[in-house]
């Protein structure tokens, strides 16, 4: 770790940083495993079809409130659409006149027009870290976890959170002796 300062100026100490446990070391278990994707992420995710409209993706992400949806054909992943990509193909009021008329533009479009194709994917038995790495590397926010080809999954930015809040809930916890 390089230097860094603390609050009253002076070089931080690793005790000053001990309950900050987000390292390879602190995601291993009690048994010395690491923590797997399949422990984290939601399964069963949301998907759409690379034919359905952008209009019927938006419904589909506000429903479920989610910002991403596997695009899936014949049961196997082909990509992925976000909230993103469909912002960046979405028409905007200089060229429609009103709501209704971009909404029924939007029903034209196919979530072909605005997925990535072959999205960077996990297994459920891969490292939470890694995972983190990855979505970090590429900055993406979510990654289809899949499965012999199959969506079994998909782990995001907000499931590494969920994760680090507890990781560092145990240890906070932990050092004050309070459960």
Known sequence: MGNRLSEDGGEMKKEDISCLRWTRASALGAVGRSVEVRQWMTPSPVTIGSSASLGEAIRLLVK??????????????????????????????????????????LDSMKVSCAMSLDPIVVEPTDDMIEAASMMIRYRIGSLPVVHEKRVVGIVSVTDVMKLFLDQNKQAVYSKSGRA
Do not use: C
Not at 88 to 102: A, G, H
């Open 64 to 105: 479920h409130n989610v910002r991403e949806l596997p695009v899936v054909e014949r049961g196997k992943l082909i990509g992925i659409v976000t909230d993103r990509d469909i912002r960046q193909v979405s028409p905007s009021y200089p060229l429609f006149r009103d709501e209704e008329e971009i909404r029924a533009h």
